[in-house]
């Protein structure tokens, strides 16, 4: 059974830094792009960025370009997201994501974590 876990959301001020892990299970890790998505309040959800299947490839919103970077690790089968210079419109629930390729509704979803950016 597929699973992912993500953690390490919370509660940053502006300008601060959180690193979001995602632990994968149960199905072939390094066969599957990992995206994060995110859902603010009041808003649509929206792709943050996605890693290709042995990390070949990455892409990454617009909003978030140049302060967030999208990894992983097959020998761990983790996941991150490490998120630089916060400000309050990051703040959401963060999900990570797995399918076959990245793409706008994928099969497999974590529960998701909060991600708070206030002073």
């Known amino acids: 059974q597929a699973q992912l876990v993500e953690s390490g959301g919370g509660l940053v001020p502006p300008g601060g830094s959180l690193r979001l892990s995602c632990a994968a299970s149960g199905f072939p890790f390094d066969n599957y792009a990992i995206a994060w998505f995110r859902q603010a309040p009041g808003k649509e959800r929206e792709e943050v960025s996605c890693i290709t299947h042995r990390g070949g490839s990455t892409r990454y919103a617009d909003s978030v370009k140049g302060r967030f970077t999208i990894s992983r690790d097959s020998a761990t089968k983790m996941a991150y997201l490490q998120m630089n210079s916060l400000n309050p419109e990051d703040t959401g629930i963060y999900y990570c994501?797995?399918?076959?390729?990245?793409?706008?509704?994928?099969?497999?979803w974590g529960p998701g974590t909060l991600v708070t950016v206030s002073s």
């Open positions: 994501t797995a399918d076959h390729t990245c793409r706008e509704n994928p099969r497999y």
